[in-house]
């Protein structure tokens, strides 16, 4: 398989590690999509895009001939069905309705305004 930059191939994901997906690309070369190249938003957990063995299409955003490896991307390719959906408020929803939203709401608040007042005392 040649592989160009630039180009969007196919490949079987290998691996899932904290800062991304190993894809092979033919027999002799491998490609790293790291964590920041799976979508424009926030990413949690890598397996809500990508899971070991499925097929993917990426696109090529570097490729050392010598080592027959690439940096890859997923959030690269234009029409992208991979990407991550915006969550919704039936995301959240359990059997006991939106309870649990509502009992971490006030510890959330609380470390994002000690934060806050924290970076401000450091300034």
Request: net charge positive; hydrophobic share 35%.
């Amino acid at each position: 398989m040649k592989i160009k930059e630039g180009s969007i191939v196919r490949g079987k994901v290998t691996g899932i590690q904290s800062y991304g997906a190993f894809v092979q690309l033919s027999e002799d070369c491998n490609g790293l999509i790291h964590i920041s190249e799976l979508s424009d938003g926030y990413v949690k957990d890598i397996r809500d895009f990508v899971n070991i063995g499925q097929y993917i299409e990426v696109k090529v955003l570097n490729f050392n001939s010598e080592r027959r490896q690439a940096r890859l991307s997923l959030k690269g390719i234009g029409n992208n069905s991979y990407r991550y959906h915006r969550m919704k408020a039936s995301d959240f929803e359990t059997s006991s309705g939106f309870a649990p939203l509502a009992q971490y709401l006030p510890i959330w608040i609380r470390d994002s305004l000690e934060k806050i007042v924290r970076v401000n005392k450091e300034d």
